[in-house]
Every structure is written in C-alpha cells, then in structure tokens.
C-alpha cells in the first residue's frame, strides 16, 4: 500500500487552541452568556460539567503515579534530609503568613463594617434563615483532628479509589513510594519504570482535552454565572473585594520568591508569564487537581525544575497546602465578628489565626460544603454562629472559588521551585552516573 499520499498531508496547527487569549475569551463569552441569556447558559452548563468530570477522571491516577513515582526515585536517588526539611518549614509559614494576610485585610479593610441599606437587608434574610436551617449541626458533621486522621488511612485502597478519596489515596501512594525507594531492588526499578510510563501516558490524554478547554470553560461559566443570585453578591461585596486583593497580594508575594530563585535563567516577567498557563486553568476551573498536568509541565519543561521534585510537590502540596483557604478563613471570620458587631480582642484574634491554620489542613481534599464548614472550627470557639458564615460562604463560593484555587496552585509552584536547589540536582545527576556505572 502506497502510503505516500498520507505523508505529505500537512496537519493541521492546532497549537492556537492552546492560547491564553483564546481561553479568556471563552470565560468572557461564557460570562455574558450567564448574564443576559440564562436560558441558553442552563442548557450549557452540562457540557462544562460533563469536560470538567472528564478532566477530574484523571485526577486520582496522575495523583497516585506522580507522587509513588516522585518520591520512589527520590529516596532510591538518595534525597537530603535539608530538601525535606526547606519543604516542610516553607509549607508551614506559607500557611502562616497566609493567615496573618487573611488577618490583616479583615481587621484594616474592615469589610463586615458601614455596609449600605440593601446589603443590611439581604445579610438580615440570611440571618433569619440561618437560624431555621442549621447546616453546620445537623447536616454536616465536622470532623475532630483523631477522625481525620483516621480518614488519611483507607481500609480498602481500591473502596477510596472508587469514592475520590484524595486524603487516603495520597497517604497510600506516600507509603508505596517510600517503600519503593527504600527497596532500590531490580524489582522496585523496574516497577518505578511502570509507574513512570503510566503518569506519561496520563499526562498525554490531559494534554490532549487541553484544546477542548475554551469551550469547556465557556458552557461552564455561563451556567454558574447564570445559577449565582446577585444580591448576596452585592451584599458581600467587600468581603469578596478584599478575598481577591488580599490572594492577589499573596500572589505577588509568591512570584518574588520564584523569581529569586530563578533570577539568574528568568527575569521577573519571564517567570510569571511561565506560569501562566496552570493558573489560566485554575481560574477556568477552579480545581487545584486539574491544573496538575499543566504545572508539572511548565515546572519541567519551561522552569527547569528537578523532576522527581516537582512530581512529588505539586500533587502533596495541591493536597495539604491551602494557604488561600486559610486566608479565605481568616478573613471571613473577622467579616461575621464585624456584622454581628463583635470587637475580637488580641487573644481572640490569636484564635482566629490558629483556627483558620487548622480549619484549612482539616478543608483540603473535601467536598465544597463540608470544605466550607470547617469554619466552625474557629467562630464555634469564639462564640459566633456558624451557619450564618457557612451559608454566606456557600453563596460566594463560585465567585470566590478560582481565585483561591490560583492562589492555592501558585503557592504549590513556589512550593517546588524552593525545595528544588542546583546542588540538589547536581546531586541527584552524580547518584544516577554513579549507578550507570555499576551496571
């Protein structure tokens, strides 16, 4: 058979479906959609949900083989104890600068205060429902710190699976890929291999449900834009002001870090515009998990960083580092004090910040409404009610929801970028020659 008609077909080009502007443009369009033809934008919405499932299909299984596959070859490759422990103290002062921020922009900017007549009335309303329906007592059961470690540690590995468990999936895959590093037998290589070729060929299907993402993003953001009612909107309105700049001022903080470590291959605007793809689908989005291929690539491919590094970072941090949900946290506990008139003094304040550390840690890796409910753990403390803050944070939750999920994807970018270091690689580089030798 003469294939040579096939060869010279050209393929067509289809990188602009890739382009930033072309996804933006979805999200505009989208939007309008939702506001002035709700009709057309309810009977949209599906298909944005049915793209975003297909994206999430792919979160457990790049999940589990990036972070067995990450740390497997780290351990094998022998893995400093200084790199474990940069990761670790970064993660946590990332959490409490975050809540410290969160803090700040509450207690300055004052968002709970000199609210207009209309906002009074619609948060009175919300009050007043609150009072008969209590989510936070009856319909949520909030979790102590011993049953949510109990939940890390799945009976059934393949029952967690099934159920989405992220929590429990990730602690197995953290003990598998120890367990395969600490091995470094024929065996364990060899299995590693496996791992390895399934994480590619997972990344290369997300890769491919890339170029649908435009007009994934366009149907959803007309139904949810469509489903918002806006007078809470309006009646929120600073809180949800001061959400985006005090994330947005996170952000910034974080591109500096980056930029510090990159300086020396990255200008400052070099190093932001490399990232822009993982926080373009966060926005889009508003799910860390989807973003994983897209950041794994860039820190890879565009940042140079350690691979073994960033597969084991971006998919544990996008798990257990929320600094935007402890910000968001923070600051909505000081907006409830604020329209229930309640002055929070320093040791109150002091609560505020370890609750909203702990309120984030317990909302990662759980359902929206079970995630949001976790506020309770700093306003029940204080004396404030809680579901008055759940109800209002549900309502703004798909306004709100793909800055914190930017915020939360940039943090873990950074996460990565500072546990990386040249020495380490170097390292790393040397251990591998030293093996290739051996065989």
Avoid at 194 to 204: I, P, R, S
Wanted: aromatic fraction near 10%; glycine fraction near 8%; charge should be neutral.
């Amino acid at each position: 058979m003469n294939l040579s008609f096939f060869k010279k077909m050209r393929v067509p080009n289809t990188s602009w479906l890739l382009s930033p502007w072309l996804v933006f443009m979805g999200v505009f369009i989208g939007a309008i959609i939702g506001v002035f033809d709700r009709d057309l934008a309810v009977q949209l919405l599906p298909f944005g949900t049915l793209y975003i499932k297909l994206l999430q299909m792919f979160v457990l299984p790049i999940l589990m083989t990036a972070v067995i596959s990450g740390l497997g070859n780290l351990f094998m490759s022998g893995m400093k104890r200084s790199q474990i422990t940069k990761l670790v103290i970064f993660l946590f002062v990332g959490l409490m600068v975050a809540s410290c921020i969160g803090l700040l922009f509450g207690v300055v900017g004052h968002p709970g205060g000199a609210l207009h007549h209309d906002a009074q009335v619609t948060l009175g309303k919300t009050i007043t429902q609150s009072e008969r329906i209590s989510i936070a007592g009856d319909q949520v059961e909030l979790p102590n710190m011993f049953i949510y470690m109990q939940a890390m540690i799945p009976e059934n590995i393949f029952a967690s699976l099934g159920k989405g468990d992220n929590l429990a999936v990730l602690f197995f895959s953290i003990l598998t890929g120890i367990s395969m590093g600490k091995m470094n037998s024929k065996s364990s290589k060899t299995a590693l291999v496996v791992v390895d070729a399934f994480y590619n060929v997972f990344l290369a299907i997300i890769g491919w449900m890339m170029y649908a993402l435009p007009l994934g993003l366009l149907c959803l953001f007309a139904g949810q834009i469509a489903q918002i009612g806006m007078d809470i909107i309006w009646a929120t309105a600073k809180l949800v002001q001061y959400i985006y700049i005090s994330c947005i001022a996170t952000m910034v903080g974080y591109s500096l870090i980056i930029w510090w470590k990159l300086k020396d291959r990255f200008s400052y605007l070099e190093s932001l515009a490399e990232l822009r793809q993982p926080i373009i689908i966060a926005l889009g989005t508003a799910s860390s998990f989807a973003t994983i291929p897209s950041a794994l690539n860039v820190l890879k491919n565009n940042l140079k960083i350690d691979k073994n590094t960033s597969d084991l970072v971006i998919p544990l941090g996008m798990t257990i580092n929320p600094p935007a949900s402890v910000l968001q946290f923070a600051i909505s506990s000081i907006f409830i004090s604020q329209i229930y008139g309640v002055d929070l003094n320093f040791t109150q304040l002091g609560m505020v910040f370890i609750g909203a550390i702990f309120a984030g840690l317990a909302s990662s890796s759980t359902p929206s409404i079970v995630a949001l409910s976790m506020i309770a753990m700093i306003l029940d403390p204080l004396g404030l009610p809680s579901s008055v803050a759940i109800i209002l944070l549900v309502a703004i939750d798909p306004v709100i929801d793909p800055i914190i999920t930017a915020l939360n994807v940039y943090s873990n970018c950074a996460l990565a970028v500072v546990s990386d270091s040249t020495e380490s690689k170097m390292q790393l580089e040397v251990v591998y020659e030293t093996e290739v030798i051996k065989t």
